[in-house]
């Protein structure tokens, strides 16, 4: 079974700095990888995904991930974090074939001024 | 278009009782899974439901199960609760696309219900 791990809980970072959350999974076999987003007192958000192809994705609002399989790891990137930034985001994984996916704890993180 | 529909929002039971818990999918999807996001911790799986039934479950008891209705919509039921049943139920909807493994299926999750065991 897939075991994710995200290596920070929490994370303060000045605006318009970078951020950088970190993802590990425990499998190398072919699977889907996704990163979403929880802003309070919401469900969470898709916020970008690696299906095949190029390893790296982006998504629509700066955020950028890139897939190692050698590392099986999936970090989430952005080069200037706005305040609106602040939430919680997960990592998830699923291996092909499967119907589930696997989180990973979360990572907070905060901007401030 | 509405999103993925959860009731109640809130809700406390004291240990032994039983709850269930409701589910309308985003307008399209015929695909729901359920989630249990503990304090602190990222969700974890329950079950699938599609085509009226249980397709996936994981790790958890069989005092959970749960159903999905001919127009999609699901439920969750425990029964027995547990102190340690306390956690945020995510209800999620997707669209069961013929020749893509499901889990590729992107999710669209609801905003939970908030259970409390006392």
């Known amino acids: 079974a897939q075991s994710v791990t995200q290596l920070d809980s929490q994370v303060p970072v000045f605006e318009e700095a970078p951020v950088e959350l970190r993802c590990n999974y425990s499998?190398?076999?072919?699977?889907?990888l996704f990163w979403y987003v929880q802003y309070p007192n919401q469900g969470l958000q898709l916020l970008l995904k690696?299906?095949?192809?190029?390893?790296l994705v982006e998504s629509i609002n700066g955020f950028e991930a890139e897939f190692n399989k050698s590392q099986t790891s999936f970090h989430l990137r952005k080069p200037s974090v706005h305040i609106s930034d602040t939430a919680e985001y997960f990592c998830?994984?699923?291996?092909?074939?499967?119907?589930?996916?696997?989180f990973g704890a979360g990572t907070t993180v905060t901007v401030r001024a | 278009d509405a999103g993925v529909t959860q009731s109640p929002t809130h809700l406390i039971k004291t240990r032994g009782q039983q709850v269930t818990l409701r589910c309308s999918p985003k307008?399209?999807?015929?695909?729901v899974s359920w989630y249990q996001q503990a304090l602190g911790q990222g969700p974890q799986f329950i079950f699938q439901?599609?085509?009226?039934?249980?397709?996936q479950r994981g790790n958890f008891p069989d005092r959970f199960s749960g159903h999905q209705f001919p127009n999609y919509s699901s439920e969750l039921n425990v029964n027995a609760l547990l102190l340690g049943d306390s956690a945020l139920y995510l209800c999620?909807?997707?669209?069961?696309?013929?020749?893509?493994?499901?889990?590729?299926?992107?999710?669209?999750f609801g905003a939970g219900s908030r259970l409390t065991v006392l």
């Open positions: 998830a994984v699923s291996d092909r074939g499967d119907y589930k996916l696997s």
């Open positions: 999620a909807s997707s669209f069961n696309l013929p020749g893509l493994s499901s889990g590729a299926n992107v999710l669209t």
């Open positions: 690696y299906l095949s192809g190029s390893t």
């Open positions: 439901y599609y085509e009226e039934e249980e397709r």
């Open positions: 307008s399209g999807h015929d695909t």
């Open positions: 499998s190398s076999v072919s699977v889907y």
